[in-house]
Nanobody, 128 residues
């Protein structure tokens, strides 16, 4: 499995950005994909999670109502639509997936040790 994240950049506070994660090598229709982020000096934080076969979408409280995770199965791509961006959203954003086809439980999806494959990260900077 390989993940390729892209779409990062510099955006002003209040602006929007959409990140893409292209997944190759996922052969099952049941899989999990999550977005994480890591700011300098901080631990990696789970941002959003999707389990497309059940329509599950979960979000960190810090981004709920501003970020949306979605997928395009035909393009093997998962997106993170980010609106109303704040300076504290500045971080390197990663997408991740796991070998297990099972859906994670709500209390576990944001743990980075639940995931086996990671994309290379894309920088998002929110600044005026």
């Amino acid at each position: 499995v390989q993940l390729q994240a892209s779409g990062g950049g510099l955006v002003q506070p209040g602006g929007s950005l959409t990140l893409s994660c292209v997944a190759s090598g996922i052969t099952s229709d049941t899989y999990s994909i999550a977005w994480f982020r890591q700011a300098p000096g901080s631990e990696r934080e789970g941002v959003a999670y999707t389990y497309p076969s059940s329509g599950t979408r979960w979000y960190a409280n810090s981004v709920k109502g501003r970020f949306t995770i979605s997928g395009d199965k035909a393009r093997n791509t998962v997106y993170l639509h980010m609106n109303s961006l704040k300076p504290e959203d500045t971080a390197v954003y990663y997408c991740a997936t796991r070998r297990s086809p099972n859906r994670l439980i709500l209390s576990a999806w944001s743990r980075d040790d639940m995931y086996d494959h990671w994309g290379q990260g894309t920088q998002v900077t929110v600044s005026s």
